[in-house]
């Protein structure tokens, strides 16, 4: 096994890094991440495992620099810092355990020929089930938000959520690292890397080509830009922005009209009225309507979305996840929603509750047929995140097998089908964006992974525990 020199090891890890940016921002290239592991892998080679974890934080430190004005604009110094310093970490800690397992001498003899291979993909799933759990932003920065162009890598979600998919591209990326450096006598590793990969992206293959036939319906999504807060019981001004085209929607045949989050901030009396003008549209129209608001009654506050139904009921949906910081003052709610329609069962949500996967499965498992957003994205210095998180939220209804319409304010208006494919989009506008579209309603029934959530994941966590145990021990035994 060759041993590189420091700088060429050092050169490696950079280019590694240089792949992570790549397939970690908010316009991600899918295939980057497929070889991003293997060059620092390959340099870690014959060094110990201080080295290995140096060169891996090497890599994660340059990885993570894409997102860095991202983070600085919407977080700050501090906590940016503090999250690409932690990305950096679990970087290194996941090249240092698997350089070691692939290339430890008696380490690696303990893991037999065959299972060092997947050490490292365990590790990054293990690490995203972790961070999924613990994050107060969810899957946020979950590698398999790389994968959303790779439509049949994103099927593996409907079976094991964000950890399967971030587990793929980096079994790929170990299978390149092991033939470049063992060549021969990594045949066992490299077929079992590569039977995996087979056997996973065959279920996708078979997933999309076993797709059902769907019933449709026609929806509207609207969100205006030119109302760049929320107008203070104004709800008037704000009707008189989108009645016009919600109607004209409702005319030509649109049975469900989203609008985006907040767009109004109304006291009680100003939410009765909303809730009136909303009823009666969709009364009127036979459709569902569907308005995000911030809902004011003296000290407290709430994210909302006023659901006008078909037949003149209205219900309401307080957002369940809020964004730390920047809704500090509002209360969540605790109730999913979902509420029959004659197109299917159809589920509420907010936003940034789609960044977190134990909802998304909570709706597959009550049947959720649709799934309706409001939103509203960030725009700043680094550009927008528009697609970065409608993105999230596409990953969330192939995780539970619904279709997703969402609406965002400076983002973008998306509708995709239960297997990731994005049907439509457009950009939330100026006076006003538009998108009028004949969206699929799947047949009910949910996905395996919402059903039996994140066993992969914490069997990814177990594992991963067991190599560090075999690492450390074998690290003893040879003091």
């Not at 950890?163 to 990594?186: D, E, Q, T, W, Y």
């Amino acid at each position: 096994m060759p041993h590189h020199s420091l700088g060429r090891a050092v050169i490696f890890a950079l280019l590694s890094g240089v792949l992570m940016a790549a397939s970690a921002n908010l316009h991600p290239i899918w295939w980057a991440a497929w070889l991003a592991p293997a060059p620092v892998l390959a340099a870690c080679c014959g060094r110990s495992i201080r080295a290995g974890f140096a060169l891996g934080c090497l890599a994660g430190l340059v990885g993570s620099a894409a997102f860095l004005p991202y983070f600085l604009g919407i977080a700050g110094v501090v906590p940016a810092l503090t999250i690409v310093v932690m990305r950096a970490v679990a970087q290194g800690f996941a090249v240092a355990l698997a350089a070691r397992a692939l290339f430890g001498g008696g380490t690696a003899s303990r893991f037999g020929r065959i299972w060092p291979v997947f050490v490292y993909p365990l590790a990054i799933a293990g690490l995203d089930t972790v961070n999924s759990a613990a994050s107060l932003h969810g899957t946020a920065g979950s590698l398999a938000y790389s994968q959303m162009e790779a439509i049949v890598v994103l099927q593996a979600a409907s079976l094991g959520g964000t950890p399967l998919v971030a587990f793929l591209p980096s079994v790929a990326g170990c299978v390149l690292a092991l033939a470049m450096i063992n060549g021969k006598a990594a045949r066992g590793g490299v077929a079992a890397g590569l039977g995996v990969l087979g056997l996973v992206l065959g279920f996708g293959l078979a997933r999309l080509a076993d797709a059902p036939a769907n019933t449709f319906v026609p929806v509207a999504l609207m969100a205006s830009d030119t109302l760049p807060g929320m107008t203070l019981d104004r709800w008037a001004e704000t009707a008189a922005r989108y009645m016009p085209d919600m109607t004209a929607a409702a005319d030509v045949g649109a049975r469900i009209i989203v609008l985006p989050e907040k767009i109004a901030a109304l006291h009680p009396p100003q939410q009765t009225q909303a809730g009136a003008d909303i009823a009666a549209l969709a009364r009127g129209k036979s459709a569902m309507v569907v308005a995000g608001i911030l809902a004011l009654d003296g000290d407290s506050q709430a994210n909302r979305a006023i659901v006008g139904r078909p037949n003149g009921d209205v219900r309401t949906y307080d957002k369940q996840h809020l964004v730390p910081g920047f809704e500090a003052q509002e209360t969540p709610g605790h109730t999913p929603l979902a509420v029959d329609a004659p197109w299917g069962r159809t589920g509420i949500a907010i936003c940034k509750d789609m960044d977190f996967t134990a909802l998304g499965r909570e709706y597959g498992r009550l049947g959720v047929q649709v799934m309706v957003v409001p939103a509203w994205d960030f725009v700043g210095g680094w550009g927008e995140d528009g697609y970065a998180h409608s993105r999230m939220a596409v990953l969330r209804a192939v995780e539970g097998g619904f279709t997703l319409v969402r609406a965002a304010r400076q983002g973008r208006l998306t509708v995709s089908d239960r297997y990731g494919r994005v049907l439509a989009e457009a950009p939330s506008g100026d006076p006003i964006g538009r998108l009028l579209v004949v969206a699929p309603i799947p047949p009910a029934g949910g996905t395996v992974y919402a059903g039996i959530g994140d066993v992969f994941g914490w069997a990814a966590v177990a594992l991963t525990l067991l190599a560090c145990g075999l690492v450390t021990r074998q690290s003893r035994s040879a003091v």
